[in-house]
């Protein structure tokens, strides 16, 4: 009996410590697998799986056509030489634009206005690169240039079909307004008009109209269709207060013959009639009253031109040029302009109160240069 109460203590906690063994094992596996506080699982400062993957509804045609064309956009620095105060040549950023990228080997397409005058050109790429460009030609009359840099296996960007565009379809505006801070902005709207007409000096420019914002420092840049195609280059803004939403940019159809001839001429090679003409607005600027009810007035004739070789002279007034009429400057050159060089057409002009029509045959435009 004593030796029984000796081991009492013993025996006791080894019957304890057996039922609690027993617990654990049957219900161990239950409380480890029991799921830890959502806390210790998802913390809301740190971005989850499912916002990393892109969906659908994210993944819009803005969004592709941004991800096609952005690469292909670059900036365009205007650098200049001027004299300061104490008279010494030092050069100046005159401005920065936008281009397109349209063939791999460099060349890229913008506008006259952004390279006009530069004494220096400067291509930043998307890429972060910064590369020395050259202007190999440029045609004020539709506010177009080519750039070329010296690069090979440049992204490029596609060009569409302005013809085919429906108004009220997206239209995407990629560019740097305000300058390369900026650089690759994206902006959206739609096709707003299509051939809209305005004047622009003594050119008629027939352009896209749309509302995707277009501010300085774009032009040059891509309107861009929901399928990823450049259907126009951006290239002016009506900045009138009060008015918003009215951007324009010139159809890539109009465009595509233009880089096509100053790529090969360095040029366009336009008709040439040989006179020098004023309309009332135009008569107006100069100080005079132009008394005439159509049609436009004969200020001066290039001796030896088309329209001096036909017979037409200071004083007359043309109505017509190939059957269409003329009442402003922007006209005539537009009919010109249709035209092809050689061409003969019929201009129809009143002297002396006599309506006379003449066959004149157009020569190539001289050089500017």
């Known amino acids: 009996m004593k030796k029984f109460k000796r081991f009492t203590p013993y025996l006791i906690v080894a019957i304890v410590g057996a039922i ?57 620095t205007n650098k200049a030489y001027v004299r300061d105060f104490f008279n ?14 349209f063939d791999p080997n460099g060349y890229i397409v913008t506008n006259n206005h952004v390279v006009e005058n530069a004494s220096e050109i400067v291509v930043s790429l998307s890429d972060g690169r910064t590369l020395p460009g050259k202007v190999l030609g440029t045609d004020p009359a539709t506010d177009l240039a080519v750039v070329k ?66 501010n300085p420092g774009n032009s040059g840049g891509a309107l861009v269709n929901a399928d990823g195609l450049v259907i126009g280059i951006n290239s002016a803004k009506i900045a009138v207060a009060g008015v918003e939403g009215i951007g324009f940019a010139i159809p890539i159809n109009t465009a595509r013959p233009i880089l096509q001839a100053i790529i090969e001429h360095g040029r366009v090679i336009r008709p040439y009639l040989g006179v020098g003409v004023l ?27 088309p329209a001096d070789m036909a017979g037409i002279r200071r004083g007359d007034i043309i109505l017509k040029v190939a059957g269409t009429e003329i009442n402003s400057v922007a006209q ?36 500017q240069e």
């Open 20 to 76: 609690i063994g027993g617990l654990l094992v049957g219900c161990g596996s239950e409380f480890f697998a029991r799921p830890a506080p959502k806390s210790q699982l998802e913390n809301p400062l740190v971005p989850s799986k499912a916002a990393a993957q892109v969906s659908e509804a994210r993944n819009t045609a803005i969004v592709r056509a941004a991800r096609a064309v952005g690469p292909a956009v670059v900036g365009i």
């Open 88 to 101: 010494r040549e030092i050069m100046i950023e005159r401005g920065t634009g936008s281009g397109v990228i």
């Open 279 to 305: 309309d009332k607005a135009s008569a107006a600027r100069y100080g005079y009253i132009l008394n005439i009810d159509k049609g436009v007035y004969v200020a001066q004739v290039v001796a030896g031109g």
């Open 332 to 367: 005539l050159r537009s009919a010109i302009d249709a035209q092809a060089v050689g061409a003969k057409v019929d201009v129809t002009f009143v002297r002396n109160g006599k309506t006379h029509t003449v066959k004149v045959t157009l020569v190539e435009m001289p050089s």
């Open 149 to 214: 840099v010296e690069a090979t296996g440049l992204p490029t960007a596609t060009f569409g079909d302005s013809d085919k565009l429906m108004v009220g379809e997206p239209a995407i505006a990629i560019g740097n307004p305000l300058g390369l801070e900026f650089q690759g902005s994206v902006t959206a709207g739609v096709i707003s008009a299509l051939n809209r007409t305005i004047e622009i000096g003594e050119r008629e420019f027939k352009l896209i109209q749309t509302d995707a914002a277009i």
